[in-house]
């Protein structure tokens, strides 16, 4: 009956972590694959705030959500991308960032006839959330100069400009997966433009907002030029990161509309969601929303939120550092100019395959490897892994 069905390719990031459970050598083996944060110690991290919200829940029932979700969640989130300014948002908490990006997707395929364009390089599963929305061919503009490591500004204007008025655009808010290279301050503003020129419809990816800089108005500062400039742009938000909430599946959707669009395009993103998954789980929206509304539980949140992103910030100074120690004639200053939880290496594939067959380094085949996975530990075994493999 299922002779017909082949055996998919395992996912490029997920496939790669059950690779590296099943590899003997636990002693030393090191593992930079998934983008979730590790202590020191490379233990996962349950943030205080986290703790102290859940234990308030455990009294909760087990009702059912609206379709859109929790109200005090999507109202907390709101305030988080948009500032004070919420009026014209339009607001479904959504499974994490995937499922945010996917129902926008959804939408935007059965109302609004446009390409989609996403960058060259991006998360992979990108593109598996388009095809499977029905966007079968999605188109790619420029975004990483793979000689230098960074980015080619120029070619990313001139393929927006090049793209039809109306087309949908993928962008990362801040902290790019998996290039860690966001655009300056002055380069959003220039973009914004080519939008507003274009008529372009920006669809922002947020899944580490507070992870680029530690100051959450700061890394949403290009969804709010947008905003401001008029651009109605979309945010797909996922609190995986920034909460520690890997599990619990917690993200939103923001759509910015008219006000007398707004029950229209709130109807149709709830009739998708529903025919989806129905409603959305209840447990990681009430963290969250406690969280977000508690001025104490805030304020620790802040201050884990710069826990993380400062170790990853002195990690990759200690990473460069011993990089330099151990090979000779190499630059390693992208390690410390890029930003976020991912440092892009620039290592081939064949270099990435070598360090996991006889280094038992893993990182993706495309060089990219999770800082949240480098201590203080591993940081000196993995410079002369990444050594030896270079000399080869
Ligand atoms: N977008 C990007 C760019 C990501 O890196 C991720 C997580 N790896 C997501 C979206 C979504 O993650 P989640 O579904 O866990 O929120």
């Given at each position: 009956?299922?002779?017909?069905?082949?055996?998919?390719?395992?996912?490029?990031?997920?496939?790669?972590?059950?690779?590296?459970?099943?590899?003997?050598?636990?002693?030393?083996?090191?593992?930079?694959?998934?983008?979730?944060?590790?202590?020191?110690?490379?233990?996962?991290?349950?943030?205080?705030?986290?703790?102290?919200?859940?234990?308030?829940?455990?009294?909760?029932?087990?009702?059912?959500?609206?379709?859109?979700?929790?109200?005090?969640?999507?109202?907390?989130?709101?305030?988080?991308?948009?500032?004070?300014?919420?009026?014209?948002?339009?607001?479904?908490?959504?499974?994490?960032?995937?499922?945010?990006?996917?129902?926008?997707?959804?939408?935007?395929?059965?109302?609004?006839?446009?390409?989609?364009?996403?960058?060259?390089?991006?998360?992979?599963?990108?593109?598996?959330?388009?095809?499977?929305?029905?966007?079968?061919?999605?188109?790619?503009?420029?975004?990483?100069?793979?000689?230098?490591?960074?980015?080619?500004?120029?070619?990313?204007?001139?393929?927006?400009?090049?793209?039809?008025?109306?087309?949908?655009?993928?962008?990362?808010?801040?902290?790019?997966?998996?290039?860690?290279?966001?655009?300056?301050?002055?380069?959003?503003?220039?973009?914004?433009?080519?939008?507003?020129?274009?008529?372009?419809?920006?669809?922002?990816?947020?899944?580490?907002?507070?992870?680029?800089?530690?100051?959450?108005?700061?890394?949403?500062?290009?969804?709010?030029?947008?905003?401001?400039?008029?651009?109605?742009?979309?945010?797909?938000?996922?609190?995986?990161?920034?909460?520690?909430?890997?599990?619990?599946?917690?993200?939103?959707?923001?759509?910015?509309?008219?006000?007398?669009?707004?029950?229209?395009?709130?109807?149709?993103?709830?009739?998708?969601?529903?025919?989806?998954?129905?409603?959305?789980?209840?447990?990681?929206?009430?963290?969250?929303?406690?969280?977000?509304?508690?001025?104490?539980?805030?304020?620790?949140?802040?201050?884990?939120?710069?826990?993380?992103?400062?170790?990853?910030?002195?990690?990759?100074?200690?990473?460069?550092?011993?990089?330099?120690?151990?090979?000779?004639?190499?630059?390693?200053?992208?390690?410390?100019?890029q930003i976020g939880m991912f440092c892009f290496t620039g290592l081939t594939k064949s270099q990435v395959l070598e360090l996991r067959e006889k280094h038992h380094v893993y990182m993706l085949d495309n060089g990219r490897v999770s800082m949240a996975?480098?201590?203080?530990?591993?940081?000196?075994?993995?410079?002369?892994?990444?050594?030896?493999?270079?000399?080869?």
């Amino acid at each position: 009956r299922w002779t017909h069905v082949g055996v998919p390719p395992a996912d490029p990031i997920l496939g790669l972590k059950v690779v590296f459970r099943q590899d003997p050598f636990t002693s030393s083996k090191i593992d930079l694959t998934v983008g979730a944060y590790r202590t020191n110690d490379g233990e996962p991290w349950v943030l205080p705030a986290v703790r102290v919200a859940t234990e308030r829940l455990l009294t909760a029932d087990h009702e059912y959500l609206p379709i859109d979700g929790l109200p005090a969640f999507t109202r907390a989130t709101q305030r988080l991308m948009y500032g004070d300014d919420v009026a014209s948002a339009v607001t479904v908490q959504t499974l994490s960032g995937t499922g945010a990006v996917r129902l926008s997707l959804e939408f935007l395929k059965r109302f609004f006839d446009a390409p989609l364009y996403l960058p060259r390089i991006t998360w992979s599963n990108h593109f598996n959330i388009a095809r499977d929305a029905g966007f079968a061919d999605p188109r790619t503009y420029a975004y990483l100069d793979d000689a230098t490591s960074r980015l080619d500004f120029e070619s990313m204007l001139a393929d927006l400009d090049a793209a039809p008025d109306g087309s949908i655009v993928l962008l990362h808010l801040c902290a790019h997966n998996p290039t860690g290279v966001d655009l300056t301050l002055p380069q959003w503003e220039i973009l914004a433009d080519l939008f507003a020129r274009k008529s372009l419809l920006p669809l922002f990816d947020s899944a580490y907002l507070g992870f680029a800089t530690g100051d959450l108005d700061r890394d949403a500062k290009p969804f709010r030029l947008f905003f401001e400039k008029g651009l109605a742009p979309w945010a797909c938000v996922s609190f995986s990161k920034n909460f520690g909430l890997y599990s619990e599946r917690v993200g939103a959707l923001h759509a910015t509309v008219r006000v007398e669009e707004r029950d229209a395009v709130l109807g149709h993103l709830k009739k998708i969601a529903r025919a989806m998954y129905s409603n959305p789980p209840a447990f990681g929206a009430r963290i969250v929303s406690t969280v977000l509304e508690d001025p104490d539980l805030y304020a620790s949140w802040l201050d884990s939120l710069h826990v993380m992103s400062d170790r990853i910030f002195e990690t990759r100074g200690l990473l460069r550092s011993h990089l330099e120690n151990a090979t000779r004639d190499h630059d390693w200053d992208h390690i410390t100019s890029q930003i976020g939880m991912f440092c892009f290496t620039g290592l081939t594939k064949s270099q990435v395959l070598e360090l996991r067959e006889k280094h038992h380094v893993y990182m993706l085949d495309n060089g990219r490897v999770s800082m949240a996975g480098v201590n203080t530990r591993n940081v000196e075994p993995l410079a002369a892994a990444i050594a030896a493999v270079l000399e080869d």
